[in-house]
C-alpha cells in the first residue's frame, strides 16, 4: 500500500499536498516526495527516505512553490525503501512526473522494451518504467500528455492508483485507476486527488470516485474529463458526490477501530500476499526464496524457526506444515530463551525468523546469533527493508500491509500464508508430498479469500456471543494438531485487548492441570474444525461438559457431534487441515475484539503494549 495526494488550484500546493500525506502515512512510511511546477514551468521533484515530517524538514530550503503538484507516501512492494526509489519518479528527460499506488505485473516485459530503445532507469520499482512509457509514447507518436497516459495504461497490466503532471504545463492533472483506491476532490477552482478521503475531506466533501480503468484530465479551468480504456471514444459524465463521515472514519475506513479494518481486510492482504506466488491458473506456488535455495533447505540438518508474540504463534504452525509436508525436523523458540540459552545451531541448520515489524529486538539478536554460527538465515516479514530484511541470506515478504492496530491480525494470517506456500513449494522439489495432494492443497489455497469472507457474514453473531462472556475473569483455549498454536493465538488476542487472563493449551493437555480451572463459570474456546483428531478433540469436549465448563467450539460447517455438546459455536468453511489456521484465527479475532469493545476496552491502543517492540 502507498498513498497518493495531488493538487491544483489558486493555492500554493505544497502544504496543502504534504497534510495529505500526513493523513494517509497509515498506508506506508517508508519514504515520501512530492513534484511541483513552478511559475517559471519548472518540474521540481523532491524525495526522502522516511516518514512525511522528513520529507517536510529535507523541502525547508527548496523552491516548493507552485499551485500544482502531485505526492507520495511509499510502502515499498518493488525495490527497497530509499530515495531513489520513493516516489515521484521523473522520465527520462525530467519532463514527467509520476506517482503510483499498486503493482505493475507487466513491468520487466515493458521494461525490457524501454532498454532497447535507450531508455536508462534509475530505481528498481514498476512505477518508473510506467512514467518512461508515457514519456515513450509522448515521443513516438508525438502525443499529449492525456493521449499518452491512456495509451501507455493500455500496455500495463496490474493494479494502480496514478497522477501525473509535467513541465510547463501547472494546468494539468492526469490520473487514472484500476483496483487500487482514488477519489477526486472537487472544491472552488480548486481540485484534489486521493487516495482516500481523508487526503481532501479537509477541503472539499465534493468527490468523484472514478471506476476502474476510467483515464482522467484535470484542467485548471475546465470540466474534468473522462474516458475509458477499454472505448475511448465513450465519454463519462463525472458524476459529483458528497462526503458524509469525519476524517477519523474515514481514515479507519468506516471501521470503529485499525484492528477491524485489518481484520476484515485479510482476504485482500492475502490476496497481495499470494500475488504471483500463487500461479492460480496453473495451480502452482512459484516462491523465488525456495526456487533459489531450495537446496540449501534440502540439505539441512533441521530448520529452527524463531520469533516472539504472534509470529512465534505463526512459527509453531510452521512446524507441523514443514515436518508434515517437507519431512525436515523443525525446532520453533521464542526469540528471547533462544538468544540467551547458548543453542547448538550447525552450519547445516536454516534458521527462519519471522518478524511482522521486523524491528523486533529479540528476534533480531537471535538472528544474529544464528548467522555468527553459519546457520542460513531466511527472513519472513512484512515492512520492506527492515532490520530483519537487511540481516536475512533470503526470505519472503508478506505484502499484508501496514498493520497500525497493535494485536496483531492480519500480519498473522499472512505469515502463515507464506509458511504454507513455502512448504508447499520445498515438498514439491524434495518430491515429499504426491501430485496429487500438492494440486488439492493448492486449489484450496485458490479459495481462501472467499472463506474468510464467508466468515465475516457471522460478524453479528459473533458480537451477540462476545456480550454473554464480558463477565469472565479467565477464559481457556483448546485446539489440537495445526489449531493447537490458534488457540494459543486466540488466548493471546484476548488478554492483549480485553484484559482477561486467558490461557491457550493443547487440548490433551488440560487434564494435566488447566481442568482443575473449570466450572460453571469458566468459558473455554475449542478450536475443534473435523480433521483426523476430530473425534479425539471431542473426547476433550466431553471431558469440558462434564465439569460444566461454558463451550465456544469453532467448528467445521456441517458439524453435528460437537455441536450436540456445546452452549455456543461458530462454524467455519472445510478448507485442507493444514490451511485451517487461516480460517479458524478468523473468529477467534473477532471473538476478542468484541469482548474488548464491550468492556470499553481501547482496542488499538491497549494498555502496556507496543506495535514494535524494540528493546529487549
Ligand atoms: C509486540 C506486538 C505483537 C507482535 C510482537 C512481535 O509484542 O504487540 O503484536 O506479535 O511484538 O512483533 P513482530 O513485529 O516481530 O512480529
Known amino acids: 500500500m502507498c498513498g497518493i495526494v495531488g493538487y491544483m488550484g489558486k493555492q500554493q500546493a505544497f502544504p496543502i499536498l504534504i497534510k495529505g500525506l500526513q493523513r494517509l502515512e497509515y498506508r506506508g512510511y517508508d519514504s515520501a516526495g512530492v513534484a511541483l511546477v513552478n511559475e517559471n514551468g519548472d518540474l521540481n521533484v523532491y524525495k526522502t527516505k522516511g516518514k512525511v515530517s522528513d520529507l517536510e524538514n529535507f523541502c525547508a530550503d527548496k523552491d516548493i512553490t507552485g499551485t500544482v503538484g502531485i505526492a507520495h507516501t511509499r510502502w ?167 462526503i458524509q463521515l469525519s476524517l477519523e472514519d474515514i481514515e479507519k475506513g468506516g471501521f470503529d477501530h485499525f484492528m477491524l479494518k485489518e481484520i476484515f481486510e485479510q482476504p485482500k492482504s492475502l490476496s497481495l500476499c499470494m500475488n504471483g506466488r500463487l500461479q492460480r491458473e496453473k495451480k502452482e506456488i512459484i516462491l523465488n526464496g525456495i526456487q533459489e535455495y531450495g537446496d540449501v533447505f534440502a540439505k539441512a540438518r533441521r530448520i529452527i524457526i524463531s520469533a516472539c508474540g504472534t509470529s512465534w504463534h505463526a512459527g509453531l504452525i510452521g512446524k507441523y506444515l514443514f515436518e508434515a509436508l517437507c519431512r525436515i525436523p523443525v525446532e520453533v523458540e521464542v526469540a528471547s530463551e533462544f538468544r540467551y540459552r547458548n543453542p547448538v545451531i550447525y552450519p547445516d541448520d536454516v534458521f527462519i525468523a519471522i518478524s511482522q515489524s521486523g524491528e523486533t529486538a529479540d528476534t533480531l539478536a537471535a538472528m544474529e546469533l544464528a548467522k555468527k554460527q553459519g546457520a542460513f538465515i531466511y527472513g519472513i516479514c512484512n515492512v520492506v527493508g527492515s532490520s530483519v530484511a537487511r540481516l536475512t541470506d533470503s526470505g519472503t515478504y508478506t505484502h499484508a500491509g501496514p498493520e497500525i492496530g497493535v494485536a496483531s491480525t492480519k500480519a498473522f494470517t499472512t505469515q502463515v500464508c507464506v509458511l504454507v506456500m513455502m512448504a508447499l513449494s520445498l515438498a514439491k522439489q524434495l518430491k515429499t508430498i504426491k501430485d496429487e495432494d500438492y494440486h488439492r492443497i493448492v486449489t484450496e489455497l485458490c479459495n481462501i479469500e472467499a472463506k474468510i469472507e464467508k466468515i465475516f457474514e457471522k460478524k453479528d453473531e459473533i458480537k451477540e456471543m462476545s456480550k454473554i462472556f464480558t463477565y469472565a475473569r479467565n477464559f481457556l483455549y483448546l485446539g489440537r494438531g495445526y489449531n493447537y498454536p490458534v488457540a494459543m493465538e486466540g488466548a493471546l488476542k484476548l488478554k492483549e485487548i480485553s484484559y482477561i487472563h486467558a490461557e491457550g493449551y493443547p487440548a490433551a493437555e488440560m487434564k494435566h492441570g488447566p481442568i482443575a480451572l473449570i466450572d460453571e463459570e469458566m468459558p473455554i474456546v475449542v478450536v475443534a474444525p473435523h480433521y483426523h483428531l476430530y473425534n479425539k478433540i471431542l473426547s476433550n469436549v466431553q471431558e469440558v461438559k462434564a465439569r460444566k465448563g461454558r463451550i465456544i467450539a469453532i467448528v467445521t460447517e456441517g458439524d453435528t457431534e460437537i455441536k450436540k455438546q456445546t452452549d455456543y459455536y461458530i462454524e467455519i468453511p472445510k478448507t485442507e487441515e493444514c490451511l485451517s489456521p487461516i480460517l479458524s484465527v478468523i473468529p477467534l479475532q473477532l471473538l476478542s475484539y468484541y469482548i474488548a469493545v464491550a468492556k470499553g476496552r481501547d482496542v488499538d491502543k491497549p494498555r502496556n503494549l507496543a506495535k514494535s517492540v524494540t528493546v529487549e
Open 76 to 242: 515499498a512492494t518493488h525495490g527497497e525503501p530509499s530515495k531513489r526509489n520513493a516516489h515521484p519518479h521523473y522520465s527520462q528527460s525530467k519532463n514527467i512526473a509520476l506517482i503510483h499506488n499498486g503493482i505493475i505485473e507487466n513491468y520487466l516485459t515493458i521494461k525490457k522494451f524501454l532498454i532497447s530503445k535507450g531508455y536508462t532507469f534509475q530505481s528498481e520499482t514498476d512505477t518508473e518504467v510506467l512514467c518512461q512509457l508515457i514519456e515513450y509514447m509522448m515521443q513516438e507518436h508525438n502525443l499529449t500528455l492525456y493521449d499518452a497516459v491512456y495509451q501507455a495504461l493500455k500496455q500495463v497490466t496490474g493494479a494502480y492508483s496514478i497522477g501525473v503532471i509535467e513541465r510547463n504545463n501547472p494546468n494539468t492533472i492526469i490520473t487514472s485507476k484500476m483496483s487500487s483506491p482514488l477519489v477526486i476532490g472537487v472544491g472552488r477552482e480548486e481540485f484534489l486527488l486521493g487516495s482516500d478521503a481523508s487526503a481532501i475531506i479537509e477541503f472539499t466533501k465534493n468527490v468523484i470516485y472514478p471506476k476502474d480503468g476510467q483515464v482522467i484530465r484535470i484542467e485548471r479551468g475546465k470540466e474534468i474529463e473522462i474516458c475509458c480504456l477499454e472505448d475511448r471514444e465513450q465519454k463519462i459524465k463525472p458524476e459529483i458526490q458528497q
